[in-house]
Each structure stands twice: as structure tokens, then as C-alpha cells.
């Protein structure tokens, strides 16, 4: 079974080239449903039934997950089951095309004020590596947009400091994406004065590296960030995709067309982008019923 899952990871990962965030959500899921078959069931993913597939979803339902959360189970499931079928592993794949889960309501993405990301940029001290490091995180995360998995990804070599950008390579698509002034200073201090003195190995081809002198990790920049929320006194639950978000919404906010917004963010379908151009119109519509005297 552990080879079946690692095969098809290997397939996600060369195959299909998924991005690293996408491999890492249907491994989890997969991983997950593999536990609760050995636990209640007894059995294992590839002798596993229709009727395990609905129990497991049912069991994620009564255990109060969203319906976003079981929705996306079903589809890693269904994307597992469908290579197993394809690698001549099974004839039949056990999630039936029958099987429907309600998403339920969508969770409105939070989104940070001007004055909230300027005091969460703020709070970084400058006084010793790690401060500069932070720092340099942070605004290249809100002067990109770039999701977090593509964060860590970064090497010196997609750092390009003469013409203030960075290129992002995610799945099979590569973007330049340039930097405000404030972003571009921090990103040199660090590259120049502070990298150097962090990394274990002079070869190390990682942008942004850890205490231990090796690659960032997804779960450090979270503690990192949640760690600069706290001294901020920020009440809203920031994660790495709350700067994505603030990102794409301020763009639109100060003029910018959907079309650039879509290709800085590396959106390959318009209404990703879309989403955040509806949560504007609905805060104006807000404001308008709220001010206006006619409304």
C-alpha cells in the first residue's frame, strides 16, 4: 500500500507536475482515509469498497468537517483511485460517480486593511539575521502575491535584483513578478549582508533558509508569520494565503485591470481571479446601502 501511495506521488510530482501545495493536499487526504480504513475497517485502500468510501465521508461529516473539507476528500479520492485504475492496479475504481457531497457556503477569504499590513510589515526588528530574514519574507509575500509553497520554492538564481523582480516557476508555468521599492531593499539587505551567514552549505540554492541553515519550511513561515500577527495585535486569523489575498484585493482596489491582477498571481482560469473583483463590488454595494441617504 505505502509503495501504491509513494508511485502515485511520483506521478503527481513527474508526471502531472503538480505544484507542491496540490501533491501535499492529495497525499494528506489519501494518507488520511489509509488510517481510518486500518482503524475501522480493517482493511486497506486497495481492497476498499464504495460502501468504505461513504462511511468515510459520513465519518468526516459527524467529526463537524466543512463541507468544503469533505468535498476536496472525495476528489483526492476520486483522482487516487482513478490513477490505481489506469496503473492496472484495480479494474474498478470504488468511488462511485453516484457519491455527492454538499460544499455548503463559501468562506469569504480574509482580507487584511492597508493599515493591517503595514503594521504586520512593521514588525520584524532588524537587528540580527533572522530579523532581516523575516522581514524580507513578509514583503516579498505581500509585494508578489506568491503563495507560500511557491515562497520556500524561490532559489537566489530566480532573484533578479538589477530589474527588481523574482521569477515564480509553479507547475508547468514560470511568471516575473517585480517588487515595490520597500520589498526590493529588504530582499538586497538580506541577499547581500545576512544569507551568507545562515546558510550550512556555501552550495545551498534556497532564497530563504531556517535556523539550521537549510530551506524554509511551509510549517516555519506559518509560525513565523503567526508569531509577527501576535505582535502586531492583529485580531483576524492571518495565514499565509491572508497576504495572497490582501495582495490581489488591493491591486484591484487602486485600479489595477483583472487580466494583469490574473497574471501576476499565476491564475490559469479567470475566475480565480473574479472572486476577489466580486468581494470588492459587494463592499461597495455595502457601503453605498449603508451611506447613502436614498438607499
Same mark, same amino acid.
Request: proline fraction near 3%; charged fraction near 20%.
Given at each position: ?20 501545495? /496540490?501533491?501535499? !493536499? ?29 462511511? +468515510? ?23 487516487? +483511485? ?29 482580507? $487584511? ?5 503595514? $503594521? ?59 517588487? +515595490? ?6 530582499? /538586497?539587505?538580506? $541577499? ?14 534556497? $532564497? ?7 530551506? #524554509? ?23 499565509? =494565503? /491572508?497576504?495572497? =489575498? !490582501?495582495?490581489?484585493? =488591493? ?13 501576476? #498571481?499565476?491564475?490559469?482560469?479567470? !475566475?480565480?481571479?473574479?472572486? +476577489? ?19
Amino acid at each position: 500500500m505505502l509503495d501504491l501511495i509513494s508511485a502515485y506521488e511520483n506521478y503527481l510530482t513527474k508526471v502531472k507536475q503538480a505544484s507542491t501545495n /496540490t501533491v501535499f !493536499s492529495y497525499l494528506r487526504d489519501i494518507r488520511q482515509f489509509a488510517a481510518w480504513l486500518q482503524e475501522s475497517e480493517g482493511t486497506n485502500v486497495v481492497d476498499a469498497t464504495q460502501l468504505n468510501i461513504s462511511g +468515510y465521508l459520513a465519518h468526516l461529516e459527524q467529526e463537524g468537517r466543512s463541507g468544503a473539507t469533505v468535498s476536496r476528500s472525495l476528489a483526492s479520492l476520486k483522482n487516487f +483511485y482513478s490513477y490505481v485504475v489506469s496503473s492496472g492496479f484495480l479494474e474498478v475504481s470504488p468511488v462511485s460517480t453516484d457519491i455527492r457531497v454538499e460544499r455548503g457556503e463559501k468562506k469569504i477569504p480574509q482580507i $487584511l486593511t492597508g493599515k493591517e499590513v503595514e $503594521l504586520l510589515l512593521a514588525q520584524p526588528a532588524c537587528v540580527d539575521a533572522k530579523g532581516f530574514r523575516d522581514k524580507a519574507m513578509l514583503e516579498v509575500m505581500y509585494a508578489t502575491g506568491i503563495r507560500v509553497s511557491e515562497l520556500i520554492d524561490l532559489d537566489v538564481s530566480h532573484v533578479n535584483l538589477e530589474i527588481g523582480a523574482i521569477k515564480c516557476t509553479s507547475a508547468k508555468k514560470s511568471r516575473m513578478i517585480p517588487l +515595490y521599492p520597500a520589498a526590493l531593499k529588504a530582499l /538586497t539587505v538580506y $541577499l547581500y549582508e545576512v544569507r551568507d551567514t545562515m546558510v550550512a552549505d556555501p552550495n545551498e540554492q534556497a $532564497l530563504f533558509v531556517n535556523v539550521s541553515g537549510v530551506r #524554509m519550511s511551509r510549517q516555519g513561515f506559518w509560525k513565523i508569520l503567526k508569531h509577527y500577527q501576535q505582535l502586531a495585535h492583529i485580531d483576524k486569523d492571518i495565514t499565509p =494565503h /491572508t497576504l495572497r =489575498h !490582501s495582495f490581489a484585493v =488591493h491591486l484591484l482596489e487602486n485600479g489595477a485591470d483583472i487580466n494583469s491582477v490574473q497574471e501576476l #498571481m499565476g491564475h490559469s482560469d479567470i !475566475s480565480s481571479t473574479q472572486m +476577489y473583483a466580486n468581494l470588492i463590488n459587494n463592499k461597495l454595494k455595502s457601503v453605498y446601502e449603508k451611506c447613502h441617504p436614498k438607499a
